[in-house]
């Protein structure tokens, strides 16, 4: 059972390791890279499950199934080579020459290791067993572990040439699977000298470690950031920089939460719209309206520099003031007026604006704040038109 007990090990630690790695995952050409290393990852598990029943079954001198579990052990293992190719190929995004000799060396060698099993069948070069049930390597075995330590060794040097021409982390990561591949070269060496130890089993185990540790983990903090920037990117308007109305919708849910569990208990509400966006846009053109609204936003962000500010329409803004800016709220208004003011006298950009505050006594959602503020906005709106322009 010592033979079978360090598989036992192996696979549990293996799986343990890359548990992530081996969740089922939608195909996409983002993915790719990491859809290869799971297929490599259940190769890795079926090898270990026959390397552990063929330690079990050689030990009870059950010669059919230790057989056929042999053959399934030799089988399995030059699949999980033609994995790990696939991966680095994968993993290196290049669909070169070298690369596709990768993969097609790769595939020679699997169907070379299921030719020789099959002849194994009716003349032994692989494997057989003696009286006894003593299990006896034949050259073929041999032939195969060589080509496909070649082959772990050549993927190596190739990660190393990757290594060589990339930067950063990408260095660091080709680095570490050469590293891996001249750890497997190593291990499968010494399976060829001692046969009746489970040294590729162990390789692999320290193989997948480093990949996991130095690589994998590495790839899933990427994807993180990559999952974060594009989120930002879908809460975030085009045109101005500011929140846009999904974020503004989902602000919305998470406000009335906190006030529904008594966390928030006080917040104003300032609305926003810009006058004369339709004149700019029939006389000057929509570049010059674009130009136009991210002034009016850049003036209402400026004033309001401690509350989020939502686009929630073509030229309508909201912020939504708390804390700081919500103990401030009426002198913030009242400068962000005259600040209006002055630039209708210029001929500058011309906002209307609008504040109400929540009052639990009297409102039953945020939309009522809302209205009143729109409405305050609305009457502003209705004096600065009022106002002749010189």
Not at 13 to 35: C, D, P, Q
Not at 73 to 91: D, Y
Not at 173 to 193: A, D, E, L, P
Not at 241 to 250: A, D, I, M
Request: hydrophobic fraction near 45%.
């Amino acid at each position: 059972m010592y033979y079978a007990s360090i598989g036992v090990i192996s696979l549990i630690v293996m799986v343990i390791i890359n548990i992530e790695a081996l969740r089922k995952v939608r195909k996409t050409s983002g993915n790719e890279a990491r859809l290869k290393y799971r297929q490599y990852l259940f190769a890795l598990i079926t090898f270990f499950i026959s390397d552990i029943m063929w330690g079990f079954f050689y030990e009870q001198r059950w010669l059919i199934v230790t057989y056929l579990d042999t053959c399934l052990f030799f089988g399995s293992m030059v699949l999980s080579v033609l994995c790990w190719t696939r991966a680095v190929v994968a993993f290196a995004g290049s669909n070169g020459r070298y690369s596709k000799v990768l993969v097609i060396s790769g595939w020679m060698i699997f169907w070379f290791e299921l030719i020789v099993l099959t002849i194994n069948l009716f003349l032994p070069i692989v494997f057989t067993f003696k009286e006894g049930n003593e299990y006896v390597p034949l050259p073929a075995r041999y032939i195969g572990l060589f080509l496909q330590m070649i082959l772990f060794l050549v993927t190596s040097v190739y990660s190393a040439i990757m290594a060589f021409r990339s930067k950063d982390t990408r260095r660091s990561h080709y680095r570490t699977i050469s590293f891996s591949g001249i750890i497997m070269c190593f291990f499968i060496i010494v399976q060829m000298v001692y046969p009746l130890m489970p040294f590729y089993s162990m390789g692999c185990l320290f193989g997948t470690c480093l990949i996991h540790t130095f690589v994998y983990r590495d790839k899933d903090v990427e994807q993180n950031i990559a999952i974060r920037l594009a989120k930002q990117q879908a809460y975030k308007d085009g045109l101005t920089g500011v929140k846009n109305k999904l974020s503004y919708l989902e602000a919305l849910a998470a406000l009335e939460a906190s006030v529904e569990s008594g966390e928030l208990t006080e917040y104003g509400v300032a609305v926003f719209d810009l006058n004369g966006l339709k004149v700019i846009n029939d006389t000057l053109g929509h570049e010059a309206g674009d130009e136009y609204i991210k002034s009016g936003c850049s003036l209402i962000c400026r004033n309001f520099d401690h509350s989020p500010v939502f686009r929630i329409g073509g030229d309508e803004f909201v912020a939504i003031l708390k804390g700081e800016d919500y103990v401030k709220r009426e002198e913030l208004v009242r400068t962000f007026r005259e600040k209006i003011s002055e630039n209708q006298k210029n001929g500058e950009v011309v906002v209307a604006s609008g504040l109400a505050v929540y009052d639990a006594s009297k409102d039953t959602s945020y939309n009522d704040v809302f209205k009143r503020a729109d409405e305050s906005m609305y009457e502003q709106k209705r004096d600065l038109k009022s106002v002749p322009v010189h």
